[in-house]
């Protein structure tokens, strides 16, 4: 994995107006709450910056330095991957001292898109700890309203640096999209959503297993593209502070790299 390569509108107000986001007060609220930023028993002062909107301390709820930047992000997630192919994991950041820090605020300094698949949990594909990551994870890294939410929050509230699409090998929710696209039968429930939203990506050029590869790449393109172009996210990477990037980590050789 290289280090570097590099929502919708406001309310409208009762006078028609459209406005441009939460007020001040309700914006505080919301970082403390999805934060805990506020003390069990400790009043909230509406008017108060919280601890998540404040610039991290040095080293706050970290043992190293948190990366500022998307090249310093993407290095200490390759570094991370390297420590977990190798069985040299560190475990980082679940002492005692860093999980009472993490009372008061959260620096995380990536967002993981990833899939469901109970085999590739973000922290522990990259050796990671507590507060290092904002993890969102849908069956294929389908994007819907709330993932698009979560995303947004991590990089405009918390100032994070890198989003990383994480697709994955032998990915169950494409193989069945690309089957279901085959066969045209229609599957159970809200899984028939979930191929209809990767049903776009899958890749036609090629057959039987090939496909599935291939279309697991291509969705993950097709994702981070969509991610890339998000208005508010796309402002971020033009101004310098954010990276959207794919990637994909292989099963059998625990390896994550990237996908361009």
């Not at 989003?163 to 032998?170: A, D, N, P, T």
């Not at 990506?201 to 590869?213: E, L, M, Y």
């Amino acid at each position: 994995m290289n280090s570097d390569r590099s929502v919708g509108h406001g309310p409208t107000t009762p006078a028609g107006r459209r406005s441009t986001g939460p007020a001040p007060a309700r914006r505080a609220l919301l970082r403390a709450g999805l934060t805990g930023a506020a003390a069990v028993g400790a009043g909230v002062s509406l008017g108060a910056v919280p601890a998540s909107a404040a610039p991290a301390p040095a080293g706050a709820g970290r043992t190293r330095p948190r990366p500022a930047t998307p090249g310093e992000a993407l290095r200490e997630l390759a570094a991370g991957n390297r420590r977990w192919r190798t069985y040299r994991e560190q475990h980082p950041d679940e002492s005692p001292a860093v999980r009472q820090s993490l009372t008061t605020g959260q620096h995380p300094f990536a967002v993981v898109l990833g899939c469901v698949d109970s085999r590739v949990p973000p922290e522990l594909v990259f050796d990671q700890g507590l507060g290092d990551l904002l993890t969102v994870r849908s069956a294929g890294e389908v994007l819907d309203e709330a993932v698009l939410g979560s995303i947004a929050y991590g990089v405009l509230e918390l100032g994070i640096p890198l989003v990383m699409v994480l697709g994955h090998q032998s990915c169950g929710a494409v193989r069945a999209a690309v089957a279901a696209d085959e066969s045209g039968e229609h599957l159970p429930a809200h899984i028939q959503y979930l191929a209809d939203q990767i049903a776009p990506a899958i890749d036609r050029s090629v057959t039987g297993d090939a496909r599935v590869d291939a279309t697991i790449d291509a969705n993950v393109r097709a994702v981070r593209a969509r991610l890339a172009a998000e208005p508010d996210l796309a402002a971020q990477v033009a101004a310098g502070r954010l990276a959207v990037v794919g990637a994909r980590y292989e099963l059998t050789s625990q390896r994550v790299h990237r996908v361009t």
